[in-house]
């Protein structure tokens, strides 16, 4: 970790001084947001590109526009229209200004500069000292946080001390609705990762609600709406309030050691259904404006700093052993619980709502990576992140058609609006794997949760058209004594495209085949009418479940007997292995130094594949097997994706490398911290968060649902003395406490429950 940047505490992140390469990167990581709207952590002067910031961006989650892609040579069904998440006006920009002099980073002189991310309160801490060039000076703290009470809520208090009697201050608080935005930098990097932007994407109006200001945007070709207004409250001073163009000034003469307090508090209501009418949601805007105004900044707080108790009590990991790994961990956390949808029409970016790195897209990440931190201590969030997907399954339907595939459903690659949005067909579209990911997800929420009711609606009709398309994509293949293929794919691992029988692939579309099976079965042999309903409406007819059982049993699964290893696909082993060790240093990630031919040409992963099977269905396969597999796949993989090494992290721990084990972890728990990655300027790596809790419940606690029970194999690295975390199962909270001589369950909430540890049977009462 470069300690360097980022100074901590077992709850704070702490930037100390003006450095302008550090306040750049912590613009990622300092980010606030609350799934519905997020703000980056960018200093109070700037909106623009500068030396202090990459790019200052508001995200409302999903609030994005469209334009249609331009191909070179287009061909039938290639994805049409980009979907880009777009800034909306700055809620965070103010101005100060002492005796006239306008206060920045490069004016008069500033001290003790000093800004805190604080993970147990959520709130992001700004103090320093200003001088102007008259020496005049001031004290100056801004707070700010994204409410979780009140999810449209920008809240920030401004806090300046003066040293001097009779200056003249000034605060001026601007929403900033980017008029400007010639001036925002234009994104040249050809980096596929990151989007282009620089463009003013939606028109706005003023207009007043309630005595409050508000703004209309809406975007130039998707039509999003959304409401954005600003109240503003100073307290012990008296000010004329100047009202300008979005901007309100304040000016006092100052008195020696009175601080002078601004409340600020910034809302962002999106019109989400076409059936929201501006009329109310600008009414809604103002209504919440003026009760929160009311409220005041503490009680906001207070309420604030409950919400984050109440989430830290139940989703906290504590490690004894290494206090800069624990708030490295915590900040994964926090990010993880910042970024989630929680309306259900709405997910879960790869970037969450830090940054514009992915366009705001939602991949597999959500259900492979992120879902298993919310499903084990958040199952409500784990829901709504399942309702989105039901939400565009019509879509998914409609893109299945494009693919010529009559029935079922082909989930979007990468999408927000549920029409994929990924222009790269091979690392795009051919990804079908991501039907099976939301099925395992759907399957595996209603075992985790026991919610039957989704799981006789939604889920139901989710796991039939997913197990449908993989029925039509495939064939049985004569050649192969009828066994059931999957050709023209790509498995997770990037590095390798439209190849036939991505073992992964196959083992999760196996998998779809089990759970549509199970779900089907279980409707029609119980009393419930909903789910029959269901059947019959989607049109379910009896012959398809005989066609789900025989592609099941046949499916095939590439197996190479004489190394004995199993083949990521069929033609994998057949491809030279690329010189890793050869490979200079700067030519990674390899994808932007070498034509995508190329790398498909060899043996080389991006990120974990067949490893990644492994690890989902891990009790299906041998010690032995395993051990091999990984050893080999271990030698071909770059981990140039940031999916990877929390995968081969937790294999390594069920495998007993616990060296490897703890290396990969400590990789994965502070690659943003460390920008390991190289890109978190652009956003945080979502996925990996994460696959940092499932590093630790899965990886070192050893977690397994297998059938309908909860199996831990717990393993401490030796360079810690305990972990500790809890997880929700079926109504009930489990305390977990690992420690070096042994582990304790304390059922903290909930009915008595059988678990194993290390397949011996334990009553938990
Ligand atoms: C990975 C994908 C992932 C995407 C978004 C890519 O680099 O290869 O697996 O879904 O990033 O995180």
New binding site residues.
Partial sequence: MNTLKVKQSKWILTEEGTDPEIIRQNETLFALSNGHFGTRGSLEEINSPSKYSNSEATLVNAFYDSEPIEYGEWAYGYAKEHQTIIPVPNGKKITLKLDHEIFDLEAGKTTKHKRELDLKKGILKRTFTWENTQGHKIDVEIIRFVSYDHKELLAQKITVTPYNDNNELEIITELDDLKELGSRKKDTSKDP?VKEQGERRFHSERFKKDSVDLLHIETNHTKCHLIVGEKDKLKGFKSPIYNKNNSEKFIVKTKKGKPVVLERLVAYSNMFDEEDKQEEIAQKTATILNETSVLGFENLLEKHIKHMEKFWNMSDIEIEGNDELQVGLRFNLFHLHQAAGRDGKRNMS?KGLTGEG?EG?Y???TEMYMLSFFLYTQPEIAKQLLTYRYTILEEARNRARIMSIDEGALFAW?TINGKEASPYYP?GTAQIHINGDIAHAIYTYIKVTGDKHFGMNEGLEILVETARFYANWGHYDEKREGAFVLNNVTG?D?YTAIVNNNYYTNLMAKHNFKYAIEMVEATLESNEERGKDVLERINFKHPELENWKNAQKKMFLPYDEEQGLTMQDDSFFHKEVWDLKHTPKEKFPLLLHYHPLTIYRYQVN??ADTILAQFIFSHAFSHDQKVRDYNYYESVTTH????SRSVFGMMASELGFMQKAYTYFMDTALMDLSDLQSNTRDGV???NMGGTWMSMVYGFGGLRLIGDRLNFNPRLPKEWQAVTFKVTFRGRIIKVSIKKEKTEYKLIEGEPLVINHFNEERQLK
């Fill in positions: 990762r790869a992915y897209h991949f597999w990440d990468r690392a997770p990037e991006k990120q140039d994706s940031s999916l790596h979502a996925a």
